[in-house]
């Protein structure tokens, strides 16, 4: 995340350590040929900073967050030097991982707090609350196992050093999650293989795609030149679905990882524009994925067959699942019915026959508003886990003249 000082050559950037913390934080890099190494370090802080030029002919200015505040402090973009002290200019900063939620210009500062905690949420058909797990928690994804009994929730916590965590949950009695992953890196969209094994992305560190049991024991299934997210995994743990970022004039894609193929996968949906979220279907025979080509996330539904000439499989014509607008699609477990949802948090439902070329009319069942793209249904299709936030989305807060007051 890097931020040109007033030269345009050098430039602040974020530099994260996730195995030694101690040593990330605001270093200044440079354009040149003369430039090796990380550079010279300004602040200790796991998040980013902007440099903006001064508006009353002092020196420029450093804008961070630290500890879950924002701060301004002049910088000698010459000397490459912080000068007096810093100066506080919003406490509860919001932030997701190296993310912190500020932009700023000369004149202009708009930040925002952090976002409410989510509590786990059962619903029914008809949308009626049906039991809550555990309390509330900041919730970055979350699967539903196959029995129904457990969910693996991603954890992360706000204002702090990135990290991010797979605890598990149970989902049949009130109890203390159990901690999966406690490496300093950032684990994220668990997929459930079986009752007590599951597939998951991880970055920084040993990035790449793992395998690992409830109990423990992981194992690497492969990597990739960029990152992967896995979206969808058959019950043999033998076929991947993940999208990546390969080639960006065409953006997201969808790609296929086998045990028995190319090492880093290979292409399955690659089209203009992004392609991603892709589920197969029980059977392995359809992939339902969400396509942003008419402007907005639209639902589609496409066949899978092998495909020899590719030494792989193939998707044939796709079909369009949603109208006006869709994302995040969920198979029920025989195949023969499609949940996805809507931008305003409507659940939809479609039926779709494995045997023609056609699916039914998208019918609303419910409403669940403000939430995220990862949620679970179970196998019959009749209970819907949801990470639910208990209270608004924090408004945008506009400063004016922010530098009004700084210390020459």
């Known amino acids: ?13 974020l530099r994260i350590v996730r195995s030694k913390p101690e040593q990330s934080g605001i270093y200044v890099g440079d354009l040149g040929p003369e430039s090796a190494g990380p550079g010279k370090r300004l602040i200790a802080t796991g998040f980013p900073a902007r440099y903006v030029p001064g508006t009353d002919e002092g020196a420029g200015v450093i804008v961070f967050a630290q500890d879950g505040a924002l701060f301004a402090q002049r910088f000698d973009d010459v000397q490459l030097t912080l000068t007096g002290e810093p100066r506080r200019l919003a406490d509860r900063i919001g932030s997701y ?33 049906v039991g809550h797990i555990g309390s509330p928690e900041h919730v970055a994804g979350l699967a539903v196992s196959p029995d129904g009994a457990h969910a693996i929730v991603a954890k992360h916590a706000p204002q702090s050093v990135a990290d991010q965590d797979l605890w598990l949950f149970d989902l049949t009695r009130q109890a203390n999650p159990q901690r999966l992953t406690s490496a300093p890196t950032l684990e994220f969209w668990p997929l459930w293989v079986t009752n007590d094994r599951f597939v998951y992305g991880l970055g920084g560190g040993d990035a790449g795609v793992y395998q690992q049991t409830i109990s423990g024991d992981r194992q690497l299934l492969f990597t990739t030149d960029e990152v992967a997210f896995p979206t969808s995994v058959t019950g043999d743990g033998r076929v991947v679905l993940f999208t990546t970022f390969r080639d960006p004039a065409r953006g997201l894609d969808v790609w296929v990882w086998t045990a028995e193929g190319s090492k880093g996968g290979v292409p399955l949906v690659t089209r203009e524009f992004h392609q991603t979220q892709a589920q197969l279907s029980p059977n392995g025979r359809r992939v339902a994925y969400v396509s942003n080509e008419s402007g907005r996330n639209e639902v589609f539904v496409a066949d899978v067959r092998t495909d020899p000439a590719i030494g792989g499989v193939s998707v044939g014509e796709r079909l369009p699942i949603s109208e006006g607008g869709g994302f995040a699609p969920r198979w029920r477990g025989d195949g023969r019915e499609l949940f ?69």
């Open 340 to 408: 996805y949802l809507t931008f305003d948090g409507t659940v939809m439902a479609v039926e779709v026959d494995e045997g023609t070329s056609s699916a039914g009319t998208p019918r609303k069942l419910f409403n669940v508003p403000g939430v995220m793209q990862e949620w679970g249904v179970t196998k019959d299709g009749s209970r819907f886990l949801f990470a639910v936030p208990v209270g608004p989305t924090p408004p945008l807060t506009i400063v004016r003249d922010w530098q009004t007051g700084l210390p020459k």
């Open 1 to 13: 995340m890097p931020s040109f000082l007033s030269d345009g050559r050098r430039f602040i950037y």
């Open 97 to 129: 991982l190296d993310w912190a939620y500020f932009a700023v210009s000369p004149t202009t500062l708009v930040y925002r707090a952090p976002e409410p905690p989510s509590q786990l949420t059962w619903f029914d058909r008809q949308g009626r609350d």
